[in-house]
């Protein structure tokens, strides 16, 4: 018995119903892949929190500058996706410095008119809410068909209790609970901005500290280097030429001005130099012996941390002192960190007056050991300041220990 033969058209119907049932089977299983990895994610709450999360977390890194325009632009569209409202601008105390809006918000207005709308903001430090009534819409630029926008939430921004910018928000609904979201972005704004300025001073008292150090160089050393390089250019004239090369790759290193950091390699060079000058001065009474690992060079120290503490053996411990002197040099490789030692066999130090020194109540001599040991407790913390030992007429032994691995700072 023959086959039955189908019809043209109902072959068509049962290649439409296959695709169909295909399709539905292919936008199941990707909707069963969505829904999996979004259980996988968490809850709806999870999801707002990661989101929350990462829009602080952006806007923070483009705060920590400080209030300058590019940052702060950057954090704008980042809080503005957090509040979500139709606009979010940020200023200082004097200036409009972001607008982040959509819409009919989008057109940044002038900044003259942000900031007689924030004055009252920064003058009294606390929140304003302004109603957007048609001359404030006007001044703003808002399209005057657009009325859906309601009202403008001004927060300050403080810093040590001082307003120094504002943050402001248009919105559609300016509810109590989007008034205090506001205040809460404004102290979480307030409180980068503070590590900003604290970071900003930490780095301004580094740098006046290496200025405090080349001061403390330049009256003592260098006149005394000058006399000693005049001493010899009617006796030794050669010796007096290399004296001034000497002393001129010194001081060009200790008033370089870039850079907070150097390599012990780059640091011991400048020692060398320092002490040819001195032995021109004190001639064999004054004795070196260096023991340095070579596999420790490379590690990054502080510019100027070392040169001073052997400024302050051949200075404070061995000039007083009647008869030759030593000054050993060591540095040692400790793993993962590098140790250096400086030790004089000179007058030595009463460890009452050392203790005051190093806690800056005593003035006056001494100031490079206090400068270096406070450099390098700001750096790498309490831990790696000086370790010395000393008492009169028994020396003196100066300890410094860093980590090798220093991310971020750069010789």
């Not at 979004?38 to 707002?48: D, I, P, S």
């Not at 959509?102 to 900044?111: F, T, V």
Request: with cysteine; aromatic share 4%; glycine share 6%.
């Amino acid at each position: 018995m023959s086959s039955p033969v189908l019809s043209e058209s109902t072959l068509l119907l049962i290649t439409a119903i296959a695709v169909v049932i295909a399709a539905i089977a292919i936008v199941a299983a990707l909707g069963f892949r969505l829904s999996r990895s979004h259980r996988e994610l968490g809850t709806e709450a999870e999801h707002a929190t990661f989101a929350a999360l990462h829009s602080a977390a952006a806007a923070g890194a483009q705060l920590r500058n400080g209030l300058e325009p590019a940052g702060a632009l950057k954090a704008s569209k980042q809080l503005r996706s957090l509040l979500n409202c139709a606009a979010f601008a940020m200023t200082d105390d004097s200036r409009l410095l972001a607008w982040d809006g959509a819409g009919s918000a989008a057109k940044q207005p002038d900044s003259a008119v942000v900031m007689d709308l924030v004055a009252k903001a920064l003058s009294n430090g606390r929140t304003q809410v302004a109603r957007l009534d048609q001359p404030l819409r006007e001044s703003l630029g808002l399209p005057r068909e657009d009325s859906d926008l309601k009202a403008a939430v001004i927060c300050p921004l403080t810093v040590d209790s001082r307003a120094v910018g504002c943050v402001i928000i248009l919105s559609k609904t300016p509810t109590a609970g989007l008034v205090r979201a506001t205040n809460e972005v404004a102290a979480w704004v307030s409180a980068q901005l503070e590590l900003a300025e604290l970071s900003s001073s930490r780095t301004l008292l580094a740098e006046a500290e290496v200025r405090a150090l080349r001061a403390q160089i330049s009256p003592h050393f260098i006149y005394n280097s000058l006399n000693a390089i005049a001493s010899f250019i009617n006796t030794d004239p050669q010796r007096a030429r290399d004296l001034v090369v000497e002393f001129a790759d010194f001081t060009r290193y200790s008033f370089r001005r870039h850079g907070d950091f150097t390599t012990l390699a780059e640091e011991l060079r400048c020692i060398d130099r320092y002490l040819l000058l001195e032995n021109a001065r004190f001639g064999d009474r004054l004795q070196v012996s260096l023991q340095i690992a070579p596999e420790v060079l490379s590690t990054v120290i502080p510019f100027l941390s070392l040169q001073p503490l052997v400024e302050n053996a051949v200075r404070h411990g061995l000039e007083a002192k009647v008869g030759k002197g030593l000054v050993q040099i060591c540095a040692r490789d400790l793993g993962a960190f590098t140790e250096v030692t400086i030790e004089d066999d000179g007058v030595g130090m009463d460890p009452e007056q050392l203790r005051l020194v190093l806690a800056g109540q005593h003035d006056g001599t001494h100031v490079g050991l206090r400068n270096v040991d406070a450099r390098l407790r700001q750096v790498y913390g309490d831990e790696h300041g000086l370790t010395v030992d000393t008492g009169i007429g028994h020396g003196m032994l100066i300890t410094m220990t860093v980590p090798k691995n220093q991310p971020g700072h750069d010789a």
